[in-house]
């Protein structure tokens, strides 16, 4: 299948002086022992557990991950390994991602069970967000990778990403504790994160990181494209005219960058820097390929297409990750023409989403008072990183605003791009909140009816003769019967202090519902006899 280029992506990381220290805050070390290097993803599946972190859950990581394939056409994948071999964890999962051909709608998880590091990688035209991500990631895979519940990790992520790109919250994570070191003895229990962002000279704020692929459609041919070629000649003259096209291309990226490190500096290039060696270093590839298509050893047609077939995506791939940082450079550039409005723009945005934050507090402090802690945890983080988030952008503004009274639009551009990326997320979290409030509320004004729903069917199943011949449907509406009155005694109980509106509502209804299959069982055998009956008179 063909694959996506995939450059990194950076939420706030145009933020000046930014350095990522992924889990130094924490104390932890990575050490070389038995380290684990960009690996081959196993073939069946899309779990690769090198550790046996899964154990005997694997089958529910493989329902969740099918069905967000099913429901949403995301293959998600997830790797489990020691640690990353001293990488960030970003960068291992890109380098994994890229190494295994994940494609557009592709999404990598990958976690170090003994490191206690994560990573994402993904396509930037997969249809999940950078920032969605980090919503999943801060209120379902965190909260799973704390209690080391490591198959609750990619359930939750699975979950999370189906709900985001649906535009629903993010779903609960059932939490099952396991073992805090799979890969080896350890009793290790710090904390979980993706990344910090330490700034020199001002505050640090909580950031997530993730890598990203990003492809140019005009550029971009895929499988169909080159299915779509008849003739070895007309692939042949492709392939030539790709290599040569992206040749070119490297050599102007190569003069690009030194005009980029220029304006921006070598910390705002640094994505640009990794894209065109992994351009140049695809390009070699292909050049390779061509080299041995060309030699005095002759290859059958089905293997001509397949070498030929490989020089596209290959100089696809390279031609993607360039385009993808020059659109990033662009906007920078654009931002150092426009400075001083965008500077209005972002400061007018910042307070708009600063105006927000006293009504989203207040209604997260009643749902915490009114519900249980489950149904607040998908938001329960939110308020403080709401709070980073807007601080970090403040910062990054009231630092743009001096280097433009200094003269210096260029560090301004890269400051107010990273209070862009910033104030993006905070919108996305006081959402969050908004759509959790809405959610509970509504699941707490329906489970009366619900319940009552329940008595009703209750009653029937117990007034309900057993029919001659039907045993086998009346006890298993008795037994479906006592299930479904346990959860309706439960739940009223839960219901008399604070309580998960939505964890009640899910129990309910399919309590009810299983009830509601037996009494139907039992109803059409009843008719079945009263026919038969009619017959023999």
Same mark, same amino acid.
């Given at each position: ?141 965190? #909260? &799973?990778?704390?209690?080391? /519940?490591? +198959? *609750?990790?990619?359930? @939750?992520?699975?979950?999370?990403? $189906? %709900?985001?790109? !649906? ?14 070191? #799979? &890969?080896?003895?350890?009793? /290790?229990? +710090? *904390?979980?994160?993706? @990344?910090?962002?330490?700034?020199? $000279? %001002?505050?640090? !704020? ?332």
């Amino acid at each position: 299948m063909a694959r996506a280029a995939r450059v990194r992506v950076v939420v706030c990381r145009f933020a000046a002086l930014a350095l990522l220290l992924l889990g130094a805050s924490a104390g932890w070390s990575v050490g070389a022992v038995q380290a684990d290097a960009p690996i081959q993803l196993d073939r069946v599946g899309q779990i690769t557990d090198k550790v046996n972190a899964l154990g005997n859950r694997r089958d529910e990581v493989t329902a969740a991950l099918a069905q967000l394939d099913a429901q949403r056409g995301i293959q998600l994948f997830v790797a489990y390994v020691r640690d990353f071999s001293g990488k960030a964890p970003g960068n291992w999962a890109n380098e994994t991602a890229t190494r295994n051909g994940l494609g557009l709608h592709d999404v990598l998880l990958a976690i170090a069970t003994h490191a206690r590091q994560y990573g994402y990688s993904t396509d930037t035209d997969s249809g999940v967000t950078p920032s969605q991500l980090a919503l999943v990631a801060s209120s379902a895979v965190e #909260p &799973a990778l704390r209690q080391n /519940d490591w +198959a *609750g990790a990619a359930i @939750g992520a699975a979950d999370g990403i $189906g %709900a985001v790109v !649906a535009g629903l919250p993010v779903p609960t994570v059932d939490v099952t504790p396991g073992h805090p070191d #799979p &890969a080896a003895s350890s009793s /290790d229990t +710090a *904390g979980w994160i993706a @990344g910090s962002v330490v700034v020199v $000279g %001002a505050i640090a !704020a909580a950031g997530f990181y993730t890598y990203s692929r990003s492809r140019r459609q005009t550029r971009s041919r895929g499988p169909a494209g080159v299915a779509s070629i008849k003739s070895i000649k007309e692939l042949d003259a492709s392939a030539k005219h790709a290599l040569v096209a992206t040749d070119d291309a490297v050599r102007t990226s190569e003069e690009e960058l030194g005009f980029a490190s220029a304006e921006f500096g070598d910390e705002a290039a640094a994505p640009f820097t990794d894209a065109l060696a992994e351009a140049k270093a695809d390009l070699m590839a292909a050049f390779r390929v061509r080299q041995a298509l060309d030699d005095d050893i002759p290859e059958d047609e089905p293997t001509q297409r397949r070498m030929l077939a490989e020089i596209i995506e290959r100089c696809d791939r390279a031609n993607a990750r360039l385009d993808a940082e020059a659109k990033a450079f662009d906007r920078l550039r654009d931002l150092v023409e426009h400075a001083p409005t965008a500077l209005t723009s972002a400061a007018q945005a910042a307070g708009a989403q600063e105006a927000r934050v006293a009504a989203a507090t207040a209604l997260f402090e009643r749902l915490r008072n009114a519900y249980a802690d489950s149904a607040t945890a998908p938001v329960a983080g939110h308020p403080q990183q709401i709070a980073d988030r807007l601080a970090f952008a403040g910062d990054s503004l009231d630092a743009a605003r001096v280097a433009l009274d200094g003269g210096d639009p260029r560090r301004a551009a890269v400051l107010i791009r990273g209070a862009e990326a910033c104030l993006e997320q905070a919108g996305l979290l006081l959402d969050a909140i908004d759509r959790r409030s809405a959610e509970l509320d509504a699941a707490a004004a329906k489970l009366p009816a619900a319940l009552t729903e329940m008595d009703s069917d209750l009653a029937d199943a117990q007034g309900l003769s057993a029919p001659r011949g039907a045993a086998a449907a009346s006890a298993d509406l008795a037994g479906r019967a006592a299930r479904a009155q346990q959860v309706l005694d439960t739940v009223r109980r839960e219901m008399s202090g604070r309580y998960d509106p939505l964890d009640a509502l899910r129990r309910a209804e399919e309590a009810d519902a299983l009830l509601d299959e037996a009494l139907n069982a039992v109803r059409e055998q009843e008719q079945n006899d009263r026919r038969a009956r009619s017959l023999l008179k």
